[in-house]
């Protein structure tokens, strides 16, 4: 087993899911007590589980948790969480959007993950034991919910209001 490259692809996912829960936690917070809070935190319970699927595989196989990576998955989301400062107010409609696309790419890059472990276990005899049939549906169905959400906040965002209830950027990026 390429070893290294095993520990990279983990940690990189690893972080992922920190962003992943970072910008949930910003999404109940901003919306709090709505039904999209609510959505947010059963979606941010099913990413802590599915974290802790990753962290007892890590521990299985005997990768440790990257610092420089954990450190460059958060330098990540407050990058992210600056640019959508830029484009909208916390709780505002595009800043929903832009979350929920972020959420969206991540979910897939995680059903991508487990399936690519699911190949790797075929030769990888450390990496049986899992069952990733299982955590990839689980990954498909999260997806299917923050679709569901995602066009709802694009319509919000991006179909027509009045100009008086949009929030106008404070900054343009080409400034």
């Known amino acids: 087993m390429a070893e290294p490259y095993l520990a990279t692809y983990l940690n990189d996912h690893l972080a992922g899911s920190e962003v992943a829960l970072d910008l ?28 802790r699927e990753l962290e007892a595989l890590m521990a299985r196989v005997g990768v440790a948790v990257s610092r ?15 640019k959508m400062r830029l484009d909208d107010r916390p709780e505002g409609d595009q800043r929903q959007l832009e979350i929920l696309e972020a959420l969206s790419i991540g979910i897939e ?13 075929a030769d990888a005899p450390a990496l049986r034991g899992v069952d990733y049939g299982h955590l990839e549906r689980r990954a498909e169905e999260q ?21 008086s209830d949009r929030a106008s950027p404070t900054h343009e990026m080409t400034e």
């Open 24 to 51: 949930l936690e910003h999404l109940e917070r901003v919306r709090f007590g709505s039904r999209e809070a609510r959505f947010a935190a059963e979606l941010r319970s099913d990413i802590v589980a599915d974290r």
């Open 68 to 82: 420089p990576r954990a450190v460059a998955g958060w330098l990540t989301e407050k990058l992210s969480e600056l």
């Open 109 to 121: 890059g995680k059903r991508l993950l487990w399936k690519s472990l699911a190949a790797a276990a």
């Open 143 to 163: 997806r299917r919910r923050v679709e569901t959400e995602r066009l709802a906040a694009a319509r919000a965002a991006l179909g027509p209001a009045p100009p």
